[in-house]
């Protein structure tokens, strides 16, 4: 997690240590002792930065959302209409997700197992997402382009959740399939509805959305391959250790 440009440090290579031990065997399970054997150092060095388990996984949580934050902003803040800039955070969201599986895992899965944490932590950081989506959707509202009789917070909201719910299954999956693709069918759902005749945003019309690995047993052709695949029922509340060779 260091900045570009830049070795590494102490700290830098504490948090992505974690992001390894945390997505490989659980936040709970998880040791410092093993953070600090994963990072190379003495299992107190880790208490010169953070003074707990629960304070590393804060660390991770807020550093991860300061930059998500920040590119967000940035893409609010374009002239682009409403929908274009939605259609953007969405697409970025993805490819973080993409880019980082272990650390996805850690913010969708592991964070999750800490109610106590989530309710002291994340509350600050995802109201401020949220209030970035709304404002785009007030924007869109203002311009008569979405709906005005709805809440913007309340879709946001919704919004949200959707994306949540993609990263979710994407770092559950064994597949990896086009997360990128995925995000667009959602926001274009959002938009259009499911009325028939309208082409997904950035999407061919019967354009598949699983790309790196072919459909399982039993799956057919048309609308339910282009389907995001369901997490195994043996999938633990964990969720899948993604290996180090994935990383």
Partial sequence: MASRGR???KRDRILQA??????????????????????GVADGTIYLYFKSKEALLQGLFEESMDRVLVWMRELAASQAPPS?????????????TEDEPRLAEVLTVQLR????????IASQKFGEFLQILTAIIEDGQRRGHFRADLRARTVARVMYGAL????????????????????????????????????????????????????GPGATKGEDATLPPAPSPAASAQGRRISRSNA
């Fill in 18 to 39: 974690a992001i390894n031990v945390f997505a490989e065997k659980g936040f709970f399970v998880a040791r410092v002792a093993d953070v600090a054997r994963e990072a």
């Fill in 113 to 120: 197992e800490s109610g106590k944490l989530m309710a002291e």
């Fill in 164 to 215: 949540d719910e993609l990263s979710l299954s994407w770092v559950m999956s064994d597949a990896r399939w086009a997360l990128s693709a995925a995000t667009r069918e959602v926001l274009d759902v959002f938009l259009h509805g499911i009325v028939a005749g309208r082409p997904v945003l950035g999407v061919p019309a019967g354009a598949e959305l699983i790309t790196a690995e072919p459909p």
């Fill in 7 to 9: 070795a590494p440090d």
């Fill in 84 to 96: 274009e800039r939605l259609l953007a955070i969405f697409e970025r969201y993805a490819q973080f």
